[in-house]
């Protein structure tokens, strides 16, 4: 995967970047070729011998070096990826703002290959507003920002700030590498799982759902760049995953509010989890006892979160799920009209291998155009990237 691929590492000045030796090596062989850019601060951790050796390159520093001037241009257009790893606070407000004081900042402002880095620093730097908004800058101009680790940092204090381990980035860059980046610089918001409806403290209203399917989704879009905030009702899966930022919620009414409050913000929509549509009306205070041989309970309908969003929808792919056991197809125009979507995707619960918890769908996707294109069944995985694929035809038709 990575044989022949052209990554330019930048090193900056962090403590971190005795792991940017590391990552070479490991880059190398894999059978990547790396040419390394360091800072001048970062020469203080980390010698420049050591990474031209391990790179088997010299090691860039400086825009004119011995009456030559180092062709930031050409070195952006040559790599497949760039990597920023260890990405310091400094060079991250840099990269937010575009100063242009080095080689590597130059390099990065002509890079036109993806950019991925992978920040370094201490947890009180780290949870500075300023580092977050200049981490959430980066982003919107189609960066990626592999997540810092938890673990003993190097103040002595514990906290978030450190740096993800070079064999993490390893696996990060390889699901970059070679991957479609259509939505690089996009937001995209995704509900997935059940959602549980209090009957009282112990007891539920739910669902069969997993989550698998929308989970998928939520990993394709980030795959292809977008920055995904995945709206998790109860499920036993594990979500996470680089470029997702997993939202829990229980009720309807919890995933009402927390899509609601995300959706101005995002260009792409996907609401693939099953949400209740019935909740008691009173959830009993104490645990419901056995007195009587009938138990009636008030059902009422919770807030339709797809119907909501396609009343507010602007320019954003709206994008709604309709699981059906008859009349799938008149339903599933229906809610494309109804629900003001894109695009319905209709799963059958009369076709093999499909719906709740199976590893495999069979969809068909209803369009506004009237268009209806009926998949094969497949893993989840090449189903998210089928609807992903048909979100982003949409986005720049
Ligand atoms: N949905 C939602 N909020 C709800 C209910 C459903 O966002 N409270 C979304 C689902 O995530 C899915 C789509 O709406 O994308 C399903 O449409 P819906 O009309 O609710 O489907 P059913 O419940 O199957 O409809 P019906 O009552 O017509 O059987």
New binding site residues.
């Given amino acids: 995967m990575m044989q022949g691929k052209k990554i330019l590492l930048g090193v900056t000045g962090s403590i971190a970047a005795y792991k940017s030796l590391l990552l070479v090596r490991l880059l190398v062989k894999e059978g990547a070729e790396v040419k390394v850019i360091i800072t001048p601060s970062a020469k203080d951790f980390v010698t420049p011998l050591s990474l031209a050796t391990l790179s088997k390159h010299p090691v860039l520093s400086d825009l004119f070096e011995e009456n030559t001037w180092a062709n930031h241009v050409e070195l952006g257009r040559w790599a497949d990826l760039m990597l920023i790893a260890p990405l310091s606070c400094n060079t991250l407000a840099k990269m937010a703002q575009g100063i242009c004081d080095n080689l590597l900042m130059a390099t990065y402002l002509s890079a036109t290959c993806p950019v991925v880095t992978a920040p370094a620093m201490d947890e009180d730097m780290w949870k500075h507003p300023s580092t977050q908004a200049n981490l959430a800058r980066i982003q919107e101009y189609g960066n990626r920002v592999i997540q810092v680790e938890r673990g003993e940092l190097a103040s002595g204090l514990y906290g978030d700030g450190r740096m993800a381990e070079p064999g993490t980035i390893l696996d990060y860059i390889k699901t970059v590498i070679g991957q479609k980046q259509d939505l690089v610089g996009k937001r995209a918001l995704v509900?997935a799982g059940p959602?549980y409806e209090a009957i009282d403290p112990v007891r539920f209203i739910g669902n069969h759902s997993s989550g698998k399917m929308g989970i998928a989704i939520a990993w394709e879009l980030a795959r292809r760049g977008a920055q995904v905030d995945l709206v998790l009702g109860p499920s036993s899966l594990t979500a996470d995953y680089q470029g997702v930022s997993v939202h829990k919620v229980t009720s309807?009414e919890e995933?009402?509010n927390t899509?609601l409050g995300i959706f101005p913000a995002v260009n792409i929509a996907?609401?693939?989890?099953?949400?209740?549509?019935f909740r008691p009306v009173t959830p009993a205070g104490e645990k419901i006892k056995k007195k009587e041989d009938k138990l009636i309970l008030e059902l009422t309908?919770?807030?339709?979160?797809?119907?909501?969003?396609g009343q507010q929808k602007k320019q954003q792919v709206l994008?709604?799920?309709?699981?059906?056991t008859t009349g799938e197809r008149a339903?599933a125009l229906?809610?494309l009209k109804?629900?003001n979507?894109d695009l319905?995707?209709l799963n059958s619960l009369n076709d093999a291998g499909a719906g709740f918890g199976y590893d495999t769908n069979k969809v068909t996707i209803f369009d506004r155009q009237g268009g209806e294109t009926a998949y094969e069944r497949k893993p989840k995985q090449q189903v998210a990237a089928d609807i992903v694929d048909r979100i982003v035809n949409i986005m720049y038709a």
């Fill in positions: 509900t959602t309807a995933m009402y899509s996907v609401m693939s989890a099953a949400v209740a549509d309908r919770t807030k339709d979160i797809l119907l909501a969003l994008v709604g799920f309709a699981l059906e339903y229906d809610k109804t629900k979507a319905i995707v």
